[in-house]
Structures are given as structure tokens and as C-alpha cells.
């Protein structure tokens, strides 16, 4: 019996409909997949991020971004909507609508249940594709946790967690401090014994 081969769509007709469609979806290998939406706490973690990551930079030649801005690693082919990208010494886009980046220097993912394997794991491979990441950080939403790999001159990626309110995280690709209360300001934690200190 002959099996009937999955229908797949181009880069091109991917990006058509994307730049038409009411929600967001990754592509990679002819297929796409919806994202799901996100959570008061995300939300709220990822426009702390995208704040206190610009007001750090702002006299800097690098911008921030949140997560309606795509990125291709353009070595495998995927297109994906991190929670938050910086940029720096300028923008390298993927064709002339300027809306999907080739050349991140950090990117930000906040966790949860339904991602976090894949934030770890496939879509952590495949961001080391990208030769202009320096730095790749993701942030728990339940509890206070930074995890930030650096990109080390031989390839190695170096990692630095900071798991409490009372620490500032510093990501050192872009040569920044943000304190995790900061990162984590008005975000409730599911359970308060996850952390001595709660945000204000």
C-alpha cells in the first residue's frame, strides 16, 4: 500500500500566508505549527525584558525586539517568533518586507509546560546554527529563574543561572545587568516558597 506524502509549502508560501494570518506559526520542513497564545505572566515577563533590555542599550548601536519579529536560522530552515531578540551593529533581514531577522545577538525565551523540552532541546540546536547568537537565555515563569548559555570563543556554550529576586542576571554578549526583581516585576509565582522574595 502506498502512503499519501504529507503536503508540504515553500519558505515563500509560508511567509505570504503568515503576513496575512490572524495568529502566529513557526515553519520548518514544509510544515507549520501554530503557537499558542501566552499567559498573563509570559506576557508580563517578556514586556519587562523588552523594557529594561532597551532602556540598557538605548545609547547603544543594538535594538530589542518582542516576538512579532521572526527569525530564520537560515542554515536549517526554520522560522520561529522568539519572546524577545536584540540586534546589534544592525539588522540583516531574510527579504525586503524587514520583518525576519538573519542575525540575532541574543534571544530571549520564557518557558512553559507545552515548550520548555523544545525551547531546551531541537530549537536550542538549531539557534547554535545561527552564527551571529552570542547569547541565548531562557526564563522560567513560575518561580525566579534566569538561565543565560554564552557563546565561548571555541564554540562551547558557557552557562550562568541566577535563581533569586535579589540577583541581577548579566548578559554578557551585550554587556548588560537587569535585576530578576526587574525581569519578574508584578508576575505572581504560582507557589511563594519557590523564592525567598516576591516582586513588588
Not at 529563574?145 to 540577583?167: K, P
Amino acid at each position: 500500500m502506498s502512503t499519501v506524502p504529507k503536503p508540504t509549502m515553500t519558505p515563500q508560501e509560508y511567509l505570504v500566508r503568515e503576513r496575512e494570518a490572524a495568529f502566529k506559526s513557526e515553519y520548518y520542513h514544509g510544515e507549520t505549527f501554530a503557537m499558542a497564545g501566552a499567559t498573563r505572566e509570559h506576557n508580563l515577563i517578556v514586556g519587562n525584558v523588552v523594557r529594561e533590555t532597551g532602556n540598557a542599550l538605548k545609547a547603544r548601536s543594538c535594538e530589542v525586539y518582542p516576538s512579532d519579529m521572526r527569525v530564520k536560522v537560515s542554515s536549517t530552515g526554520l522560522y520561529t517568533y522568539p519572546d524577545a531578540t536584540v540586534v546589534c551593529g544592525g539588522p540583516e533581514f531574510d527579504d525586503e518586507q524587514f520583518d525576519t531577522f538573519l542575525n540575532p545577538t541574543v534571544l530571549f525565551e520564557v518557558l512553559s509546560e507545552s515548550t520548555e523540552s523544545y525551547d531546551r532541546g531541537a530549537k536550542f540546536r538549531q539557534y547554535r546554527e545561527i552564527a551571529s547568537l552570542k547569547e541565548y537565555v531562557m526564563i522560567a515563569p513560575e518561580r525566579a529563574s534566569v538561565e543565560c548559555y554564552i557563546r565561548q570563543a571555541d564554540g562551547r556554550w558557557l552557562l550562568h543561572e541566577y535563581q533569586a529576586l535579589e540577583q541581577s542576571a548579566t548578559f554578557e554578549s551585550i554587556n548588560i545587568t537587569i535585576e530578576l526583581s526587574e525581569i519578574y516585576r508584578n508576575v505572581e509565582f504560582l507557589n511563594p516558597h519557590e523564592t525567598d522574595l516576591q516582586p513588588k
